[in-house]
């Protein structure tokens, strides 16, 4: 399965963002879908996961409310509907598919990763 995310960029606090990953080869919709973040100088964390039919999420405390994760199976396409931006939230934002259709939290339970979309926040 390859990756690919698309949408980042830079807005101002207050703003929204929305990410898209569309996947090729493989079969998507047997995937859980994630999206991981790493800022500058800090550790890969956990943003959002998705089941593999989209009627499953979970999101870390720190987006819970913010950030809506969707899925599109038709499109092999899982997004990241990111609002009410922080300037915390200025990472890289990684796409990943899962080893399972259940949504994990663990990036170790994660086969396949996109390159990563910077979004970058300001004031």
């Known amino acids: 399965v390859q990756l690919v995310e698309s949408g980042g960029g830079s807005v101002q606090a207050g703003g929204s963002l929305e990410l898209s990953c569309v996947a090729s080869?493989?079969?998507?919709?047997?995937?859980?879908m994630g999206w991981f973040r790493q800022a500058s100088g800090k550790e890969r964390e956990f943003v959002a996961a998705?089941?593999?039919?989209?009627?499953?999420?979970y999101y870390a405390d720190s987006v819970k409310g913010r950030f809506v994760i969707s899925r599109h199976n038709a499109d092999n396409s899982v997004f990241l509907r990111m609002s009410t931006l922080k300037l915390e939230d200025t990472a890289v934002y990684y796409c990943?598919?899962?080893?399972?259709?259940?949504?994990?939290?663990?990036?170790?339970?994660?086969?396949?990763w996109g390159q990563g979309a910077q979004v970058t926040i300001s004031s």
């Open positions: 990943a598919a899962g080893k399972t259709g259940w949504p994990e939290q663990d990036e170790s339970e994660y086969s396949y």
């Open positions: 080869g493989g079969t998507f919709n047997e995937h859980a």
């Open positions: 998705t089941s593999w039919s989209g009627l499953t999420t």
